[in-house]
C-alpha cells in the first residue's frame, strides 16, 4: 500500500497546458505501475494515461492520444497535458496499479491506491 500525493492542475484556457504530479508519501513509486485517471463532474471514472514500473511502456486513451503525456522519474509520475480542450475538464487521479504486469492497465479495479485528486477546468 501506498500513499499518493497530487500535485498541479487548475483552471485554463482551451488550447493551454498544465502538468500534473503524483509521487508517494514516505515511500518510492519506482515499483509501480501508474496510471492517471479522471472523472467528469456527474460520469464515471476513466483512463486517461498509464505507464509502467520501469518507464519502457506507455499507454494513452485515444482521447487524449497526441496531447497528454505520461512520463515519470524515481519520485513522481508525471502527466503532461497540452493542447486542453473543454471536454478534459474533469477531477484528475493518479493510481497505483497492483500488478507489476501491463494486463488490464485501463481498468480502475487493477489499482489499489488513489491519489487525492485535484480539478482541471477547461473553459472557452
Known amino acids: 500500500q501506498v500513499q499518493l500525493v497530487q500535485s498541479g492542475g487548475g483552471s485554463v484556457q482551451a488550447g493551454g497546458s498544465l502538468r500534473l504530479s503524483c509521487s508517494a508519501s514516505?515511500?518510492?513509486?519506482?515499483?509501480?505501475?501508474m496510471g492517471w485517471f479522471r472523472q467528469p463532474r456527474g460520469k464515471e471514472r476513466e483512463f486517461v494515461a498509464a505507464?509502467?514500473?520501469?518507464?519502457?511502456s506507455t499507454y494513452h486513451a485515444d482521447s487524449v492520444q497526441g496531447r497528454f503525456f505520461i512520463s515519470r522519474d524515481n519520485d513522481a509520475v508525471y502527466l503532461q497535458m497540452n493542447m486542453l480542450k473543454p471536454e478534459d475538464t474533469a477531477v484528475y487521479f493518479c493510481?497505483?496499479?497492483?500488478?507489476?504486469?501491463?494486463?488490464?492497465?485501463?481498468?480502475?479495479?487493477?489499482?489499489?491506491?488513489w491519489g487525492q485528486g485535484t480539478q482541471v477546468t477547461v473553459s472557452l
Open positions: 493510481a497505483a496499479k497492483r500488478h507489476f504486469s501491463d494486463a488490464h492497465y485501463y481498468a480502475i479495479r487493477e489499482y489499489a491506491d
Open positions: 514516505g515511500a518510492t513509486l519506482s515499483n509501480y505501475f
Open positions: 505507464i509502467r514500473w520501469n518507464g519502457g
